[in-house]
């Protein structure tokens, strides 16, 4: 007679897009540990094989035959644990976003994703043709509906699965965060569980890959709609968690360990940013980093992310003063860096500044000074930066913040310049708000501050001419912050941006700024998206448009 339990492993992985044989080493490792800890089933996230997202390899033949090998690898696995893996399956009708049921050293059944979203940050129709047909194995007495991430947000299909049979329901999943996404998450599956009187198994990819951020946060929950478990946020894990059948006959989670905490935005934010940039240097295998420090509170904050990420003796940092620069600035960015621990380097600009100068004299003839000075400054930092970006491997860090990407507060080819760039979704008050939660966990911990409080209190200021702030050229970042985000995260027309009680001549303004340099947007490095849209891969707008608001 069949036994009623179950343990599902959840593994929480983080994957290489493209690295085909190497996440197949992680499931055939992963399912021998699970195997060893009394695992019946373990579950990986959604296209394990390939790692999310694939994108155009999937077009590529090579690709194909090296999924179709790893495949075949991990369909010999012979563990007492069943396993449930993701892959992109080749036929004659197009490509299928699949998940195969392993068992026993042979392949069992596949099911095909039947929801491809195509909005934000996802692009599947372009790739994938729909499935859909339920897939339901029983496995240790239990049966077992199978879903595909997307698919658990439409009642349709997870009603199929119940209709089919289906005790429990398990969804694989490669979802990246967002600000607020686990909370939107885990309303759809207490739903779903109620819904059909079914517990749901809900298992995330972790990890960065390029802007995305995947933040694994695996979760169980009853037929009740109540939370049975929750993996850790932003790091691998292989959690368990066993079935049962009570005398209902219902199939219910017997929770093992703690269900993790959710917590606050800012802290999420902060570890989605850490976690972004430690991926995204060390999947492309660059010795460290290197940025420029100075005494602002963007490049403070950028510091202290990267030696979270990679350690300090992974980290240069670079103050290059000009005549603007103010004291302060070089006090404060020269005690972070010796707080730090990075390597500091102080390199003056006044002479590559003035030779510049001098060497366009004849062409600036009778023109008065204006943002070109201020961009050359800017862009005597950047082959500095460059230079010992070169020189030592390390990969250079932009500092902008997304107010400054939105509206063109920034110098293309001089501080836009770089590899990657961690705060470019935060906007200047969520930049604020990182600072201030950085520092309330090193006063925990009984630390210094690890961003100078003088820093976070001064006036914002890009020190490219005397006394200059940032309200010279834009409205107070309290005014600004809240027109971008109605405008670039949520669409809001010009009435309906200024029915929130702001100026129509100021949204006008900003708006304007914002579609005024798309094509700076389009030459800027990748970075962390953390909010519901970044300038990435759900922002589309044409660089060349008649539009007008």
């Known amino acids: 007679m069949k036994s009623e339990s179950l343990r599902i492993a959840l593994a ?10 190497g996440n197949a080493a992680r499931v055939i490792h992963s399912s021998a540990d699970a195997s060893a800890l009394g695992a019946d089933l373990v579950v990986f996230p959604e296209l394990t094989l390939a790692g999310y997202p694939p994108e155009d390899l999937l077009f590529h033949r090579g690709f194909h035959r090296q999924v179709d090998r790893a495949l075949k690898r991990c369909a010999k696995l012979k563990n007492s644990a069943a396993l449930l893996v993701g892959f992109p399956e080749y036929t004659d009708y197009g490509i299928y976003n699949t998940v195969a049921w392993i068992e026993g050293g042979a392949e069992r059944a596949r099911y095909r994703k039947a929801c491809l979203p195509n909005y934000g940050v996802f692009d599947e129709q372009r790739y994938f043709v729909r499935g859909g047909t339920p897939c339901v194995l029983e496995h240790r007495g239990i049966k077992i509906g199978v879903l595909i991430c997307e698919d658990i947000w439409q009642e349709a299909l997870a009603k199929a699965a119940r209709t089919a049979g289906a005790e429990l329901l398990i969804v694989t999943n490669a979802s990246p965060y967002e600000q607020g996404k686990q909370a939107s998450r885990e309303s759809v599956l207490r739903a779903r569980a109620v819904e059909n009187v079914l517990p749901v198994v809900y298992v995330n990819l972790v990890g960065g890959q390029d802007e995305l951020v995947f933040d694994g946060q695996s979760v169980v929950i009853d037929a009740t709609g109540e939370v049975a478990h929750r993996s850790s946020a932003f790091v691998e894990c292989l959690d368990y968690i066993d079935f049962v059948r009570v005398a209902s006959g219902t199939i219910v989670p017997a929770r093992l360990g703690k269900i993790a905490e959710p917590q606050d935005d800012t802290a999420e934010i902060y570890q989605a940013l850490v976690l972004g ?15 420029g420090l100075s005494g602002g509170i963007d490049s403070a904050l950028t510091l202290a992310i990267a030696v979270d990420a990679l350690g300090a003796e992974c980290v240069q940092a670079v103050m290059m003063p000009s005549r603007y620069t103010s004291q302060l600035s070089l006090d404060e960015a020269a005690m972070q860096a010796v707080r730090l621990g990075v390597k500091y380097s102080v390199i003056p600009i006044k002479d590559m500044f003035d030779a510049t100068i001098g060497a366009l004299r004849e062409d600036f003839a009778g023109r008065e000074p204006d943002t070109t000075e201020e961009n050359i400054q800017s862009r005597c930092r950047m082959q500095l930066l460059m230079g010992i970006s070169n020189k030592t491997g390390r990969m250079l860090l932009t500092t902008g913040n997304k107010s400054e990407m939105a509206v063109g507060y920034a110098t293309l080819y001089g501080d836009m310049a770089g590899g990657f760039a961690p705060i470019k979704d935060c906007s200047k008050l969520v930049v604020y708000r990182l600072a201030a939660y950085r520092n309330a966990v090193a006063r925990a911990a009984g630390e210094a501050p690890m961003i100078p409080v003088k820093v976070i209190e001064r006036p914002p200021s890009a020190e490219l001419r005397h006394d ?6 834009l409205p107070p970042y309290e005014v600004l912050d809240p027109i971008l985000e109605a405008f670039i995260e949520h669409d809001l027309s010009v009435d309906e941006i ?5 100026d129509r001549t100021t949204v006008g303004r900003v708006l304007d700024l914002v579609k005024r340099n798309e094509y700076k947007r389009r030459q800027a490095p990748p970075g962390v998206r953390v909010s519901r849209r970044g300038f990435g891969r759900d922002w589309r707008y044409p660089i060349t448009s008649g539009y007008r608001r």
């Not at 983080?14 to 044989?21: E, I, S, T």
């Not at 995204?280 to 660059?286: A, C, L």
Request: hydrophobic letters at 40%; aromatic letters at 8%.
């Open 498 to 502: 200024i029915a929130r009680g702001f």
């Open 12 to 21: 929480q992985v983080n994957l290489l897009v493209g690295d085909v044989g």
């Open 468 to 473: 200059q702030r940032d309200t010279d050229s």
């Open 277 to 291: 940039v430690r991926d995204y240097v060390g999947k492309h295998r660059f010795p460290g980093v290197v940025l």
